[in-house]
């Protein structure tokens, strides 16, 4: 396996290691506070860390396959993560639209604010790292996992606006305000994932 591979696989058991932790803590503050923000972005952070999974299968299994299975796995892994996308859009817009309806306020979540200004610093690192792999690697769907990424340091920004309108001013409407945000994000992206997934099937 190749220094760059190497990377590839360790960027992903990482992408996998704090996702999982991120996933479990915004969806503790989410039910606390009642935050359809928090959750969807606990959410999102479950879907990344199933996406780098695959990426691990992905690159843990290069040295045994021969270059026609490589193209195919590359193939499925950009089209599961493009899909992924569409999957947590569709619930965190159906909950942010409940919540506005039936207006819903959310508490107050300083916990929530701690873990969207964590996500603020370490995701674009971790996008810059992912993007700068794969692109030197001709990986696309490495590339496309580092938007989802970058996704969830948008996601963030957002997250951190619409809990801290709530925390400081009491806008609770922020909250699932920014959830259809997420939700906006979401779809965009996994429509350039899809794009990126009919690109590699071209090439091949």
């Given at each position: 396996m190749t220094n760059r591979r190497r990377q590839a696989?360790?960027?992903?058991?990482?992408?996998?290691?704090?996702?999982?932790?991120?996933?479990?803590?915004?969806?503790?503050?989410g039910?606390?506070?009642?935050?359809?923000?928090?959750?969807?972005?606990?959410?999102?952070?479950?879907?990344?860390?199933?996406?780098?999974?695959?990426?691990?299968?992905r690159f843990a299994r290069h040295e045994t396959m021969s270059a026609k299975e490589e193209a195919r796995l590359e193939r499925r892994a950009v089209r599961i993560v493009g899909y992924t996308f569409f999957v947590l859009s569709a619930y965190v817009l159906y909950e942010s639209l409940e919540k506005l309806i039936f207006q819903e306020a959310p508490a107050p979540s300083l916990f929530g604010i701690c873990i969207a200004l964590a996500s603020i610093i370490v995701m674009p690192v971790l996008f810059a790292l992912k993007y700068r792999t794969g692109k030197s690697l001709g990986s696309a769907s490495l590339m496309a996992d580092s938007k989802q990424t970058l996704a969830c340091a948008m996601l963030s920004v957002a997250l951190l606006i619409g809990?801290?309108?709530?925390?400081?001013?009491?806008?609770?409407?922020a909250d699932p305000f920014i959830g259809l945000v997420i939700v906006a994000l979401l779809i965009r992206e996994g429509y350039q994932t899809l794009k990126e997934e009919k690109l590699c099937s071209c090439a091949s």
């Open positions: 696989l360790h960027l992903a058991y990482f992408t996998i290691a704090y996702n999982v932790v991120e996933c479990v803590l915004a969806l503790v503050a039910a606390l506070a009642g935050s359809i923000a928090l959750v969807g972005f606990g959410l999102d952070s479950l879907v990344e860390s199933l996406s780098g999974g695959v990426m691990v299968y809990l801290g309108l709530n925390y400081w001013f009491g806008i609770w409407q």
